[in-house]
Every structure is written in C-alpha cells, then in structure tokens.
C-alpha cells in the first residue's frame, strides 16, 4: 500500500515569505508526527496528533509555526513569515496503535 | 522528560565486519524502534521492539526494558549499511511523542 507522502519535496522561498506543507499519512493511521532535520542533525520534534487533535505542541519553535489535522488524515505545517533558520528538512510519519512508525521522505525547506 | 543515549556517535568499519549499537534510555518505556537514515535521507523503519529479540536478515536487535537499553547488531556489513541508525521511544502509549535518540553513524568502507 501507499506510505507516508509529503509535498512539495522541495521548497524554495523568499524571506519573509509564508509556506505550507502537506503531510499524507498511511491510511488507518492514528498518529501523526512533524519532525525538523538541519544538516547533519538529530530529528527536532514539533508537533503530534492524535486523531485530529494535538496534545502536545510542545515542539512548535515560535508562533510563526502552527499545523492542522482534518478528517484524521491529511495535516497541514504553516510558516509563517520564513526566516533563513527555518531552513532543514521537515519529515513526517504516522502510525497505528500499537505499531510501527513509518515516515514520509520529507519536504527539503530553503530560505533564501 | 525522558533521555535517549546512543553509542557510540561515529563507527567507521571495513565491509564484512560486524557491529553492536546501543541505546540507553532514562525511563520506563512502552515502545522501541529502531530506524536507519539512508545518505539519501529516508528514514526506514528496521525493528518495532519494546522488548525481546528479533531478527531480520543480517539484522537483529535485543530490548531488555527492565534495565533501560537496547543493542542493535549488524552482521556482514555492507555499504548499503551506511547512514545514520536512530532508535526512538515512547513512554506511554498512544499519546506521547516518540522521542529520538542521538544517532549512530556508520560509515562502510568498501
């Protein structure tokens, strides 16, 4: 079946600029993840949903950052006004209860 | 929060060798997973493991939860082999984030 996608795989935005990227997960799949890699980094956790809901925002670096869940399935992460350190790559990855994560092959942000 | 320790940070082996990662956790944990970060990126999930031993190919791995560790073994390596192994863990199930460890990376020298 379909794994976790993610679109755009590549962004390119201007400073300043507000961004939007989409996260598939695997049908069935409960539990969602945002995650944000800089070069040659550990994975920096964001946000988690749990159905549609987001129990724990702990992660969301400033207010510019805010994601949405609908329909338990697809979720949306939004920059807004894009600085220059925003710039990594943003994986996602769901999963059922109890089971395996999987992710997605992650949306690669550059801001310029 | 919980704390996750990988050792060692870098590995660098001849191709046929075989090795041992290891992952150290601070609390109780419900769920273990294992991933590799091919060069290219993608995080492929190698073990679901919150506790016993499983065997997948040249892979394997031991969770022992009572005493907060996992081992990851690679047998044969292979260039392929190469990238980064990240385990990660949950605390409570189904309603927490999975919290990454620091990461192993591995290098296979032909």
């Known amino acids: 079946g379909a794994g976790v996608s993610q679109s755009p795989s590549n962004k390119v935005t201007e400073k300043g600029k507000d961004v939007e990227l989409r996260c598939d997960p695997i049908?069935?799949?409960?539990?969602l993840y945002w995650y944000r890699q800089r070069l040659g980094q550990g994975l920096e956790f964001l946000i988690y949903f749990q159905g549609n809901s987001a129990p724990d925002k702990s992660g969301l670096p400033s207010d510019r950052f805010s994601a949405e869940r609908t329909g338990e399935s697809v979720s949306t992460l939004t920059i807004q006004r894009t600085q220059q350190e925003d710039s990594a790559v943003y994986l996602c990855?769901?999963?059922?209860?109890?089971?395996?994560?999987?992710f997605g092959q992650g949306t690669r942000l550059t801001v310029v | 929060g919980i704390q996750v320790e990988q050792s060692p940070p870098d590995l660098i082996l001849q191709e046929g060798a075989n090795s041992t990662l290891r992952c150290n956790f601070s609390?109780?944990?419900?769920?273990l997973q294992w991933f590799h970060q091919n060069p290219w990126g993608q995080l492929i999930n190698l073990f679901y493991?919150?506790?016993g031993t499983k065997q997948n190919g040249r892979l394997s791995a031991t969770t022992v939860a009572t005493e907060r560790y996992s081992l990851l073994y690679i047998s044969s390596s292979q260039t392929t082999d190469s990238g980064v192994y990240f385990c990660a863990v949950h605390t409570n199930f189904g309603n927490e984030k999975l919290t990454f460890g620091t990461g192993t990376r591995l290098t296979i020298i032909p």
């Open positions: 049908s069935g799949h409960t539990a």
């Open positions: 493991i919150p506790s």
């Open positions: 609390d109780s944990v419900n769920n």
């Open positions: 990855a769901s999963s059922s209860y109890p089971g395996q994560t999987e």
